[in-house]
């Protein structure tokens, strides 16, 4: 049991409103962000208070009771433990859930300080951070509980960072999509000017070699049908953006393919395209491939991290070797021939998504998991 700062013993039940502070080093666009702006609204939605802190600026408010801007990191900055321990006790937080390594490091630290339970989400691809380093020691010593956005990355959690079985958890990303009314493909093609009857593949991530683009482009230089067209939508460095261009020239591919920059409605795009392609060569979830079922469109991708759980092969898209541009042009092939394979496997995907991925489920496996560490302490601090 412990006191909270306000000086008083106040018992917890597993129905409680919780004030919690939910934490992010950036928003920068892709699906941490989407995560984090989905996991605050949702937590509000079900009747908890949350004030949301970003190390940087707010592009698109959430619907938190505060909003709360701290400077951006450079080095480290370890008045930043002060800055939002203040925060902490203004705000009456019971909570905190940090995403990703400086949100958790700092946050977590001045949970720690505040002697209030204290949660951190694993989202990155890259997977030298999940590797022993000083960084993760304190992380470790700060958090209470440490959240995997799939099992893949649970077992780097584990393995890699030593850390015990009982104090993890995967809980699945969400994605919103779900709730927005439908569209057919003519619709949508119309709204966005595309042609009703060419065929379509889209793309939606982050232009770095990671995401894999530069397979796809090798991958449609072999089809036989030069009338494919590729859309591409995410924004990279000019030299990233450059690379890809000069690629798809080298291929003679300019006529085919069309980058988008950053796009402000995917499931316009979604609901226009035939296949959703993207062989990333790491993946540490991959909120666009639930997103792409939740618009019922089948998926192509490769097996690595998060990825292959949410994709059933031959069921709702298929999985490719990663880097196999082959591999890629025979899947890409296979649904281009056959519209029926094309809308059976976007059906099932939708099912799934459903199933296993609405923001819903997302909530409440993270509210099991405040609740129950919540209980665990045996008391929380005075919220009023």
Sequence with gaps: ??????????????????????????????????????????????????VAVC??????????????????????????????????????????????????????????????????????????????????????????HFVAVSKDRMRLLTNNMGLRGSDCSVVYGGTSLLSVPARTKQQARAELGLEADSKILLSIGHLGAIKGHQDTLQALALL??????????????EAEKNTLVDLAQSLQLQHQVRFLGQISDPALWLDACDIFVQPSHEEAFGLVFIEAGA??????????????????????????APACAQQLAESMQ????DADSCQSMGNAGFDRV???????????????????????EGSYHDAS
């Design 295 to 320: 618009r019922r469109r089948p998926v192509i991708a490769t097996h690595v991290g998060g990825i292959k759980e949410i994709i059933m092969h031959s069921l709702t898209g298929f999985l490719v």
């Design 334 to 337: 296979k649904l281009l021939n």
């Design 55 to 144: 190390f940087g600026p707010f592009d698109k408010p959430t619907d938190a009771e505060h909003n709360i801007a701290l400077p951006q990191i450079s080095g480290k900055k370890f008045g930043l433990i002060w800055q939002l321990a203040k925060l902490i006790k203004k705000h009456n937080i019971q909570l905190v859930h940090a995403h990703c390594e400086s949100s958790q490091l700092y946050a977590g630290l001045a949970a720690k300080l505040c002697r209030i339970p204290a949660v951190g989400t694993f989202h990155r691809s890259r997977l030298e951070c999940y590797n022993p380093s000083v960084s993760n020691r304190f992380i470790r010593f700060a958090l209470s």
């Design 224 to 237: 036989d049908d030069a009338g494919v067209q590729l859309f591409i939508a995410g924004t990279g460095t």
């Design 354 to 376: 459903q199933q296993t991925f609405s923001v819903e489920a997302m909530t409440t496996q993270y509210l099991k998991i405040f609740q129950k560490l919540m209980l665990k």
């Design 1 to 50: 049991m412990f006191i909270g700062m306000s000086g008083k013993d106040i018992r917890v039940t597993a129905t409680a409103t919780l004030r919690i502070m939910e934490v992010v080093q950036s928003l920068e666009k892709g699906g941490r962000t989407v995560r984090f702006h989905d996991t605050v609204n949702a937590l509000c939605q079900s009747g908890h208070q949350v």
